[in-house]
């Protein structure tokens, strides 16, 4: 009997032992993945700027980069002026796509949602298509800003109304999606509207923005992008415990205390106008925000302090891959970003379609 009395409380001691050792190895885990997805990105940047009609050695490479006064002039404008911006800007648009996919995909608990799911692209491509139609010429605004700046400018109205409709409604799911689709539609027709009267070379400009190119790309649009996601992510990780909470359902969120409808308000449009930002610069670029998250959920899981970080990461690798991709499938030619990222997707979009189905 002493024996038994000794040794029985030592068993449910053992068992809280086991979860924080079990949890720490979730941890280690997760922290490795997450190094290693940030070490294919360095190593996807590289062979990003080393890819081109010009190619470079990686030894090349890395003196013009560390050192470039001592490279020659030619090798430092293609580098510094040409390449460096473009792949930069692949990664940065990644992160925006991901990082909202991410999110829209857990504030609208929907596995097909992504930031175009709101009609971002859709208003940045009518914004973009009204610029290039009438041929605008914006004070105080460069001229090769002003596609961008009106494709913002479309975007970011179409997202103040989004929000508008979203505080009518309650902020649900439900309103947020459908009010999103209308966009889609909307914006889709008024495009097509303006390709009909559009002259033949508008037309041209129509179509090739609308296909997604990093060409546009330069230090001024870099740096641009970069202090909006340095703006973004922090907000990102601060709601993070709160978007994990959101995972578990509505109703549990709610009873920690989380205002689940101003939740998913905020948590929209800071992805909204981040995507917008990206889609401005670069054009449509599809699927890098429904791809995204999907891996960063199967390496990471749902805890968002990981999860909001890789799906970031994995959208930044998967851009810059497809842009190192662009520039090899055919040699001697640059395939508009766009395309490269839509081929891969499909069938990484059907293959969640196909799963979600045979769950159902």
Known sequence: ????????????????????????????????????LALAIVASLLADIATGPASLSLGGLLDTL???????????????QFRLPYALMALLVGVALGLGGAEMQTMLDNPLASPYTLGVSAA?????????????????????MTVSVSAFASTLLSVLILERVARWRGGSTLGVVLFGIALVYSFQALVMLLQFIASEEALQGIVFWTMGSLARANWTTVSIMAAALALALPLSMRDAWKLTAVRLGEERAASFGINVRRLRLVSLLRVSALAALAVSFVGTIGFVGLVAPHIARLLLG??????????????????????????TVLPGALIPVGIVTSLVGIPFFLTIVVRALKRA
Do not use: C, N, Q
Not at 66 to 80: F, M, Y
Not at 307 to 323: D, E, F, K, R, V
């Open 1 to 36: 009997m002493t024996d038994i009395a000794t040794t029985a409380p030592a068993e449910p001691a053992a068992a809280p032992e086991d979860a924080i050792a079990a949890y720490r190895r979730t941890v280690r885990k997760r922290l490795l993945l997450s190094a290693a």
């Open 302 to 327: 749902e805890d968002h302090r990981y999860y909001l970080p890789g799906s970031a990461l994995a959208g930044a690798l998967i851009l810059s891959l497809a842009s190192v991709a662009s520039k």
């Open 66 to 80: 560390l050192h470039p006064d001592a490279a020659s002039a030619g090798t430092r404008v293609i580098v510094w």
């Open 124 to 144: 940045a491509a009518f914004g973009a298509s009204l610029a290039i139609t009438l041929d605008w010429h914006l004070p105080a605004v460069p001229a090769g």
